[in-house]
């Protein structure tokens, strides 16, 4: 009986890391930059196309309502639309998809909420696009397991950055820290903290 009852845990626990091994396959397809389909529709079309593939949203410019389907995209001539906001909560976008958020001009918001793929590496590379260096000032980042203080530190750079609420992050050891440094380098930058 006990060989029967280990044989049978042992298949299980297979059968979940396969699962798990499959879904993280998928979403890495879903992030996959198709730098034709770039050129083809444009930054702002092409990042909505990705960003809402990995189940997030976003708000274009002169618009209040976010899209969230993919197939309810709107439609017209290149470059009419442009991204104003973006809303990852619980989304599977991770760091190979960065480069969609390339070409975006006009990104105001961001919110990393729950993306269990969001580490240091995206917030690095995210404050590495001059275009949001320039245009970005509200963010947030909650319950994201993967960021630390140095994915924090990296948002330096985002110059116009005004607001950034931080909530649940694990990762971030030395708090205190991490928040006067980004303060000096962004004095205007009201910090929100919900870390404890």
Request: aromatic share 10%.
């Amino acid at each position: 009986m006990g060989l029967l009852w280990r044989t049978v845990q042992s298949v299980a626990r297979q059968r979940e890391g396969s699962r798990r091994h499959f879904w993280g396959w998928l979403n890495a397809v879903f992030n996959k930059v198709d730098y034709e389909r770039i050129k083809a529709v444009g930054p702002d079309r092409a990042a909505a196309e990705w960003l809402l593939r990995c189940g997030a949203k976003v708000r274009f410019e002169g618009f209040d309502r976010w899209h969230h389907d993919y197939n309810g995209l709107p439609t017209g001539p290149l470059g009419r639309y442009k991204i104003q906001a973006i809303d990852a909560t619980e989304s599977c976008i991770m760091y190979k998809g960065f480069d969609h958020l390339d070409g975006l001009k006009y990104v105001e918001e961001i919110k990393f909420n729950k993306c269990i793929y969001i580490e240091d590496v995206c917030l690095e590379r995210l404050s590495s696009i001059e275009n949001l260096q320039a245009s970005l000032y509200m963010m947030e980042v909650v319950s994201c397991g993967n960021v630390t203080d140095k994915g924090v530190l990296a948002l330096h750079t985002l110059r116009h950055l005004e607001y950034l609420f931080l909530s649940d992050l694990p990762g971030i050891k030395d708090k205190q820290t991490t928040v006067d440094r980004l303060q000096r380098a962004l004095p205007r930058l009201d910090i929100a903290l919900d870390l404890d």
